[in-house]
């Protein structure tokens, strides 16, 4: 071994390249990350595919749902310590746009999202500003930890809605995001249905015990009809990113439900809107999440609201990260795919 750590490079539509890189030394305010666990989410897998070109640059490192430790502190990087367990929160804001002069800095204008616009955590060592990290429990295993990020993006999006105790929520869509989302809308008080179409999904939704059916079985707005005894539930998750998933959710919905748009929709869709007019429907976009999010994920996981464990189905290491990809995109029999990246150097 001649003790060079490896990174996860980007260069192209379906090629990735691990390569080895010489430690970088954090310049002041930043610090260096031992990086221990990164989750691969759909954003990577949009980036994977070549469909963010325009935004990652290639060749770049990506990666930003991640667990590590401290490893470096630059000069005027608080009071962080080698050693000690963080995650990042990968955002970037300009701090001047009207979007952060409001206080939405989550929505600036010119947001930089590190593993997308700037580089990410697939690697050993990853240097970021010190103002992203978020501390750990000493006693959180840090592979639960990499399921953070999403955790917080299920937080914002709960939050987003006002669930409230005793309302029910319909979840379209049970892959992580989705099926994090209806934990999270549990832990309010709702009362929650997941729809997925993936059997081993289903079962996993089952297993974590929530409500789970097929769309496309027989049945969808009869089940739909008697779990809300023909009201309607109070809000929908759209999580899918296809387009039954937004008619699905629509039609779910009570006299004055809220819809929540989570998914990705890079084409537009037709949306029933007489239905949003009828029944006086509220749309709400969610996107990605505030600090307090995450330090909300953080206890939701330590606490083991968020059973960390039930939804990482597979774990390969760094210089395996094109078979990690591989199997999340195969959509065969895995929820949440991490890459180990601890210790990985090259030979």
Sequence with gaps: MNGLPLRVTYRAARTLAVETAEPAAPPPGHVR?????????????????GEMDGRVGPPQVIGHEMSGRIAQAGSGAGDWRPGEHVT???????????ACRAGHTYLCHRLTVLGVDGPGSMQNGWVVPAAALVRLPRDLPLDHAALIEPTAVAVHDVRRAEVRPGEQAFVVGGGPIGLLIALVARRSGADVLVSEPDPYRRSVAEGLGLAALDPNGDGLADTIEEWTGGAG?????????????????????????RLVQVGIHPVPREVGLYRVFAHELTLLGAR????????????????????????????????????AFAALESGTGVMKVLVDCRSATAS
């Design 33 to 49: 990350v031992d990086v221990a666990f990164t989750g691969i989410c759909g954003t990577d897998l949009h980036i994977y595919h």
């Design 88 to 98: 990042v929160m990968p955002l970037v804001w300009c701090g001047s746009c009207p």
């Design 233 to 257: 539930a109070a809000v929908a998750f759209e999580v899918s990113g296809a387009a039954a998933g937004v008619t699905a959710a629509v039609d779910a919905l009570a006299t004055r439900g």
């Design 288 to 323: 990605l999440y505030e600090r307090g999010d995450f330090e909300q994920a953080v206890d939701l996981i330590a606490t083991g609201v968020i059973p960390a464990s039930s939804l990482i189905s597979r774990i390969e290491p760094l210089e395996r990260a094109a078979h």
